[in-house]
């Protein structure tokens, strides 16, 4: 039973058609790269996992629930995935530890102090723990995201989604945002990462996906993927984003 | 050229026209800005609303509102408000509301009318990706904007709000059309008494110029330190 699964996910905003019959699925523990170029609908297909952005033709199913559903808990749902968006999205008006319990004390229902030792935690692993009670503008993008990373883990999520995670960050401090990705994947989350970091990809990736224009071209894994492309599409894309 | 004017009436109605007026002025300031700010904050959350049967009734309320004199809106609620009370609750006399209850609900529904519009453009003001942030966190709608969208929108909005608010405490001088004895008609029943007109209405324009130009610059005040803050 996959953990994530589309089937023909079409969707327009009014006459434009943003998603052709997306079909594709991520299992459990895998960790899925998405990639292509802007305007692709890579941003708007997983923004479609967790309800952000509604779809009018097909279903996604998330841990066998579908999250179209009529009678589906949306809030519940969304409280299960984490998110992780390209401008980090962190509340600005409160402390970074408070940016980190609010979803457990809201949400889940923990108390104050058992979200407290959870941040705490989750915020030592990521490197920041003596950062917990600044707030988010005094950070530097990368230790935002950083926090964006462990305030989503805060939830315990069964999956991990990102949005273009990197691309609003500085060049020296992709680095650090990616390894914590890297180390989570090694601990066996299951995620789906929209990004250009090809070199994340060929470390970690079980599958990359290429979408363009609303379309998933490929759907390999990443041996295939970056060894015999198959569409010329993907060919190009590769050879843009890979020798410059 | 004073000399013919007797300064003295000022000294001797002063405990009055600030024990009976001003505390009545500030009284009905502070509860329809509470009110209008509730209000207006609801009213704009209606109108950002996707819903037709929120949006719509909300816009046309506030555009109602932003359309017609103050004062007009004051003798309608002076005399519909008794009306609408008996109707709500099922009387078949009109309900005594008082001179004073009646400003206080008339001026909080005028005034959320334009506090609605400030939220409106404060709520607008926080970026779509905080709202994702909190719905995908789990929260529902009510914990999104309870803990994410309004309190940014307020402290974004903060010196227009209380720009309203100074607006609004010289509003409340048209009270006196309903005999009311704020500051203003505290002033004037004792400038008809003593015939001083000249002295009491100058006397009151320069405590309305003093409250009202120092909150603007305590405003300004204030927002040069939130622009250092963000």
Redesign the interface.
């Known amino acids: 039973m996959p953990m994530i699964e589309f089937k023909n996910v079409s969707k327009w905003y009014a006459n434009f058609q943003v998603l052709t019959n997306c079909t594709t699925r991520v299992e459990k523990g895998e960790v899925i790269v998405v990639c292509g170029p802007s305007g692709s609908g890579k941003s708007t297909l997983i ?1 479609c996992v ?1 309800g ?1 952005e509604p779809f009018q033709q097909g279903e996604i199913f998330v841990n066998s629930q579908s999250v179209g559903a009529k009678e589906t808990d949306l ?9 992780v ?1 390209q ?1 980090f ?5 409160m402390k970074v530890a408070d940016n980190v319990n ?2 457990q004390v ?2 889940l229902g923990r108390s104050v102090e058992e979200a407290m030792a959870k941040s705490m935690s989750l915020l030592k692993r990521v490197g920041l723990e003596a950062h917990a009670h600044k707030f988010p ?1 005094q950070l530097s993008g990368g230790q935002q995201q950083r926090v964006a990373i462990a ?2 883990l805060a ?1 315990d999520p069964i999956a991990m989604l990102f949005d273009e995670p990197t691309s609003a960050l500085d060049p020296e401090m992709i680095n650090e945002v990616l390894d914590v990705m890297v180390e989570l994947a090694h601990e066996g989350m299951t995620m789906m990462v929209v990004t250009h970091e090809m070199g994340f990809a060929r470390k970690v990736a079980n599958r990359v996906i290429f979408m363009d224009r609303g379309e998933i071209v490929e759907d390999a894994k990443k041996e295939d993927f970056f060894g015999k492309p198959r569409s010329e599409r993907a060919v190009q894309f590769l050879s843009k984003i890979l020798h410059h | 050229m004073f000399s013919g004017f007797d300064f003295d009436v000022i000294a001797r109605s002063a405990p009055y026209l600030f024990k009976e007026g001003m505390t009545f002025t500030l009284t009905l300031t502070a509860m329809a800005m509470t009110g209008g700010i509730f209000f207006g904050t609801l009213l704009a959350m209606m109108r950002l609303s996707s819903f037709k049967w929120l949006n719509v009734p909300a816009a046309a309320y506030v555009n109602l509102m932003r359309s017609v004199p103050l004062v007009l809106v004051i003798f309608w609620f002076y005399f519909l408000v008794p009306y609408i009370g008996a109707w709500i609750i099922g009387a078949k006399e009109p309900v005594r509301v008082g001179a004073f209850m009646s400003s206080v609900i008339t001026f909080m529904m005028f005034e959320a009318a334009y506090y609605a519009e400030i939220m409106r453009a404060g709520i607008q003001s926080v970026p779509r990706g905080q709202v994702w942030a909190g719905y995908a966190l789990g929260l529902n709608y009510w914990q999104t904007m309870a803990q994410i969208v309004l309190p940014q929108a307020f402290r974004n909005m903060l010196p227009v709000l209380l720009t309203q608010t100074i607006i609004l405490f010289q509003d409340t001088s048209l009270v006196y059309v309903l005999s009311i004895t704020d500051f203003l008609g505290a002033a004037a029943k004792i400038a008809q008494r003593d015939g001083r007109l000249i002295e009491m209405y100058l006397f009151v324009a320069v405590v309305y110029f003093i409250i009202s130009f120092s909150l603007s610059y305590g405003v300004k005040h204030l927002q040069q330190r939130i622009a250092i803050i963000r």
């Open positions: 923004k967790n952000l809030n519940r749902l969304r409280s299960m995935i984490g998110m968006f401008s999205e962190l509340f600005p008006h609010l979803g809201k949400v503008g305030r989503a939830m």
